[in-house]
């Protein structure tokens, strides 16, 4: 495949932490990229690098096919939006939108015809005489935004662009960017630690932890296929049982070693009684411990053969309530085995489908 | 992100590579400010040093042992305590009123508490004369009870006190402020008596403030020339303070003398700079601490 | 005290001690000299006030303040530049130094510089070589000036400029912006306002300056006698009228430049809107 934007096993350390260790991923032209990761997993670092804000210790990049790791920030012609968004406070919006296209001198009139066409877009046009703390949040981002976008690049950073909104504009700002970047077909990357914020805006997402790439590829196959263990665990709700061979349905493959394994609760399908289960003989019979009003579901934990796990239960069904005895029949299971990740089907499933 | 931003802050705050100006630049600013330093401030320093033993030790430590320049040294050091005592007193005081409290004209008490330091030195000994000297309404009073202070050793104290007046309040008001009120309307809540407060949750959070600024206002104190001048009336072995007497000794083209007696004062202001440099990387260290 | 449910104790007894405090020993001097001030006809006044040799020392005050408090904005800027910026070895005691002149009491810096500056002196002889006399003259002023006031500008500007976002300057690299554009354009600016208060401070002090000044100034009427020094020999002529007078021009610029000091600030964070 042939990417816009490509690490190639970058490795960074600060006295000692390593920031990124053998790094590779890449970026192809017009898509939006989310770099995932927990807090400290070294994702702004991978992000700061690619800007030229930080230089790697070893390892390419590359942009347009062209190594760049030597190159200086300001030659790169990469737009970058920071979290705080780093705007110019003594500088009106208009002037803070200008201020790339002025250093490059270009003649004022296009510079105009520019920052307009910028202030038009981000729907700035009525504050473009304010200054930064005369504005909302939501307005400053864009700002910020517009102003990375001025000179053209050909590639847009975005460091937890929604980080300082509050939740309510926030939603409201992932589409209106999502849209924004979409219809400029500026190929983009973002750095998010929430993996909702990554799903819902990213056309392609990856996954960092501990300064390695664990995975990249659209958001449904990270969620349907993850490869690694971090990786099943970090996404969705996930809860992480000791030996997975103790429920029904689920023995283990190879003998000894660790049956670990992940199960999310969209695996688990919950009923009060027998009558409301479609594969009663594979159904473990558990406790319900305490549930969780979620306002279109409900968060149910239950307690089965001496593990919590984690289920939904729609508001349609029966209500079920702390101390309820209920079945819950365990559709399949990621199993974790020496740093891979397998998806395990109930064999219940497989019987029943053979009977049939 | 947390753990990697600290890492990196220092690398692009202050030393980022490719913001880093060329080492030609650098070098050239350093060197700049260097040279600066040396003209301004360490060659006076050297003169001193020189001046002071140009005619042997002998010299030197005649002219310290000299009975007015140790009558000096005493006056100097009595204004400085009584200075740096009540200002203390005065600087907790205004400070836990000021940051403890909300009420009418609090802008204006942060003012007037600020005066000493818009107003010149000696205009600040003029007032001074000006309330107690012959033109004052009680000048007939005071002489009456045989008190003089213009002129005479209270007037000195005044004067000293009122020049370093702002130094302590000023320097543990923004300590104060940044501590809030919760600890000692927690305190207070608890049925902690206002002393049991003060001593046991403001004091240990804002010492090293305080020690901060009496350190300031010790500096000061033995430093003022000004203000002391004018009330003084630079009566001999009985109203001349070190600086003072300096300033007598090189008026006599003294001038052994007056630079042996300055290196006394230098002393002073290096300690008080070390001093001030130690307190202030302590509260640096809290406030990394709290961070 | 005025907020209704205040806990915490001890307001009147602060109340109390800091009134008793700030009357007797700031109100009542000031008092007593208004008081005085104002008991002197308007005539009497505009006469002493516009004596030529009176104007002379304002203006000289005034005028070796302002030059002292421009160069101390260079040099002081450039300091804390330097401290900020870079690392080298000898910092530590760089940083220290800038303090010295306040912990210094005046009247010793006052005799060495004079030593170091008078036709003999360590620096006197170059600058007398090259026909500049330093020692009795405005430029010994404002030398013993720039001394004084150095501290004001470096300590105002060096808390601001460490704790200037870096995003900042990455923002405008980014954008292309070559270092010397960067310092113009992004950074001077975050540092313009501690610039001016650290200058208005250094300013405010030079115009009041007596001890550093006064040996070095040579004190020649109509020629290097500055303000405060007229106060002075006017007390010694126990001409009070005459000192009241130079004292209120004194604090009226000391005022003053609070004043456009404190509109300046209000100007910038209004127009900004913080």
């Known amino acids: 495949m042939k990417y816009e934007v490509e690490l190639k096993h970058i490795e960074k350390s600060f006295n000692g932490f390593k920031a990124a260790n053998d790094a590779s991923f890449g970026v192809a032209k017009g898509e939006l990229a989310g770099l995932l ?43 970058f939006v920071f979290q705080n968004y780093a705007l110019f ?64 690049p050909s590639l847009l950073l975005l460091d937890e662009p929604f980080a300082a909104i509050d939740a309510k504009v926030r939603k409201e700002l992932r589409s209106w960017l999502r849209e924004a970047i979409h219809n400029l077909g500026i190929t983009s990357l973002f750095v998010t630690h929430d993996q909702d914020e ?91 411990k305490a549930t969780y009003f979620r306002g279109s579901s409900v968060a149910v934990d239950i307690e089965v053969r001496g593990q919590i796990l984690r289920a939904h239960r729609s508001l349609e069904k029966a209500p079920l309530q702390a101390g309820d005895k209920a079945l819950a029949f365990i559709h399949r299971i990621y199993s974790l ?17 053979v009977v049939i | 992100m947390e753990a990697v931003t600290k890492l990196a802050k220092p690398v692009a705050g202050s030393q980022s590579r490719f913001l880093k100006t060329e080492t030609i630049v650098k070098w050239s600013l350093i060197l700049t400010g260097a040279a600066f330093l040396v003209v301004m401030m360490i060659l006076p320093l050297i003169l001193i040093g020189v001046e002071a033993l140009g005619k042997g030790w002998n010299a030197y430590l005649a002219a ?112 104060m402020e940044g501590q809030g009120r919760d600890e000692e309307e927690a305190a207070a809540l608890m049925g902690a008596s206002g002393w049991r407060i003060f001593w046991q949750i403001t004091l240990p959070n804002i010492k090293w403030g305080l020690m901060y600024g009496i350190i300031l ?34 008026n006599e083209y003294n001038f052994t003398a007056a630079f042996a007696v300055s290196s006394i004062l230098v002393g002073l202001a290096v300690l008080v700079l070390i001093l001030r440099n130690f307190v202030e990387w302590r509260m640096e260290r809290k406030d990394d601490h709290e961070v | 005290m005025g907020r209704t449910g205040q806990v915490i104790p001890g307001g009147h007894l602060t109340m109390g001690i800091v009134f008793f405090y700030l009357s007797l020993l700031v109100l009542l001097p000031l008092s007593a000299f208004v008081l005085y001030a104002s008991d002197m006809s308007g005539q009497d006044f505009i006469r002493q006030v516009t004596d030529y040799r ?65 036709e003999t002196g360590w620096l006197g002889r170059f600058f007398y070589q090259l026909g500049i006399p330093t020692a009795f003259s405005a430029v010994g002023i404002t030398i013993a000036l720039v001394f004084v006031g150095i501290p004001f500008v470096a300590r105002s500007v060096q808390p601001v400029l460490k704790d200037l976002d870096g995003s900042l300057e990455e923002a405008a690299a980014l954008l292309g912006a070559g270092k010397f554009l960067t310092f113009r354009k992004v950074i001077l600016p975050e540092l313009i306002t501690p610039l001016v208060s650290g200058f208005a401070l250094a300013f405010s002090r030079g115009i009041g300056e007596y001890g550093s000044v006064v040996f070095i100034a040579g004190n020649v009427p109509f020629e290097t006698e500055i303000a405060p020094l007229l106060i002075m020999t006017k007390l010694e002529q126990f001409d009070y009228q005459a000192a009241a007078a130079v004292a209120i021009v004194m604090l009226a610029m000391s005022l003053l430049v609070l004043l456009v000091l404190n509109g300046y600030q209000r100007y910038r964070l209004q127009r900004q809107g913080a």
């Open chain 1, 337 to 353: 085995e020496a740093g891979r990740t397998r998806i395990i089907e109930n064999r219940a499933k497989q019987k029943e489908s």
């Open chain 2, 217 to 250: 206002c010790t500096a000061r104190a033995m430093g003022e020339f000004g203000a002391v001048s004018v009330v003084s009336g630079h009566i001999r072995g009985k109203t001349n303070t070190l600086p003072l007497h300096i300033e007598i000794l090189y």
């Open chain 2, 64 to 175: 310290l042992n000299e009975p007015f320049a140790r009558k000096a040294l005493w006056l100097t050091a009595e204004a400085t305590v009584l200075s740096v005592v009540s200002n203390t007193i005065f600087g907790l005081a205004a400070a836990w009123l000021l940051t403890k409290f909300d009420f009418r004209g609090k802008t204006l008490l942060g003012s007037i508490i600020d005066l000493p330091f818009a107003v010149s030195p000696v205009v600040a000994g003029l007032f001074f004369i000006m309330l107690f000297g012959r033109l004052s309404p009680f000048y007939d009073t005071l002489q009456a009870y045989h008190i003089a202070v213009v002129f005479a050793v209270p007037g000195i104290v005044l004067a000293t006190i009122f020049v370093t007046l702002p130094f302590i309040a000023r320097s543990i008001i923004p300590v």
């Open chain 1, 37 to 79: 990761g927990p807090s400290g997993s070294g994702k702004t670092t991978l992000l700061r690098m690619l800007a030229g804000l930080e230089k790697p210790d070893k390892g390419d990049i590359l942009i347009a096919g062209r190594r760049v790791n030597d190159l200086p920030a300001r030659e790169r012609g990469i737009g």
């Open chain 1, 198 to 288: 990554a799903v819902e805006v990213a056309d392609k997402i990856i996954i960092v932890n501990n300064g390695r790439i664990e995975q990249a590829g659209s958001p449904l196959e990270i969620y349907q296929a993850p490869q690694t263990p971090f990786v099943a665990d970090f996404i969705g709700e996930s809860v992480k049982v000791e030996d997975y061979t103790q429920f029904k349905g689920f023995t283990a493959e190879e003998k000894g070693g660790s049956h670990q394994g992940i199960i999310r609760p969209e695996f688990i399908e919950l009923a009060k009684d027998e009558k409301e289960i479609s594969l009663p003989l594979g159904a473990e019979r558990g406790t319900v």
């Open chain 1, 89 to 152: 406070r003594h500088m009106t919006v208009r002037d803070n939108i200008a201020f790339g296209l002025r250093v490059q001198k270009e003649d004022s009139h296009k510079i105009k015809v520019r920052t307009d066409e910028l202030l038009e877009l981000t729907g700035l046009s009525q504050v473009a005489k304010r200054y930064p703390l005369q504005l909302s949040g939501g307005q400053r981002q864009r700002v910020a935004f517009a102003r990375a976008l001025a000179p053209s």
């Open chain 3, 54 to 118: 009176m104007v002379h020392g304002y203006l000289l005050s005034f005028g070796c303040a302002l030059a002292a408090a421009i160069i101390n904005a260079v040099f002081g800027l450039l300091l804390a530049w330097v401290l900020v910026r870079y690392d080298f070895p000898g910092k530590r005691l760089m940083d220290g130094l800038i303090d010295l002149p306040f912990a210094l009491p005046t009247a010793v810096a006052g005799i060495a510089l004079t030593t170091l500056y008078v």
